[in-house]
Nanobody, 125 residues
Framework: QVQFVESGGGLAQPGESLKLSCVTS????????MNWYRQAPGKEREIVAS????????KYVDSVKGRFTISRDNSRNTLYLQMNNLKSENTAVYYC??????????????????WGQGTQVTVSA
């Protein structure tokens, strides 16, 4: 079955960096766009960044542009999110999922109904 195992979160001070990883299994990783999401306390899960399956082009929500970098290693079935210059508002649980492009949506939709446990990122002085 489809599985996502996120890791790399932790406690960081504002301005510091973290790199998240998402190891996937159960589907053909290289064939899917991939998305990173986050869910802050009391809020709904929202998309953060996306990377295509073909040319690995990337897209970000405005609040993280220039600070976060999404990347993928198809040989390892692994997705990454490099987060630099972290801010307190980046505090959230971060998740990954496959992405399915939709003509009416800016970002691909989540491809699979299953989710991993996520990785907690806490940014605090």
């Amino acid at each position: 079955q489809v599985q996502f195992v996120e890791s790399g979160g932790g406690l960081a001070q504002p301005g510091e960096s973290l790199k998240l990883s998402c190891v996937t299994s159960g589907f053909t990783f290289r064939a899917y766009a991939m998305n990173w999401y986050r869910q802050a306390p009391g809020k709904e899960r929202e998309i953060v960044a996306s990377i295509t399956s073909t040319d690995h082009s990337t897209k970000y929500v405005d609040s993280v542009k220039g600070r976060f970098t999404i990347s993928r290693d198809n040989s390892r079935n692994t997705l990454y999110l490099q987060m630099n210059n972290l801010k307190s508002e980046n505090t959230a649980v971060y998740y990954c999922n496959g992405g399915v492009p939709h003509p009416d949506m800016e970002f691909p939709l989540a491809a699979f109904p299953s989710w991993g446990q996520g990785t907690q990122v806490t940014v605090s002085a």
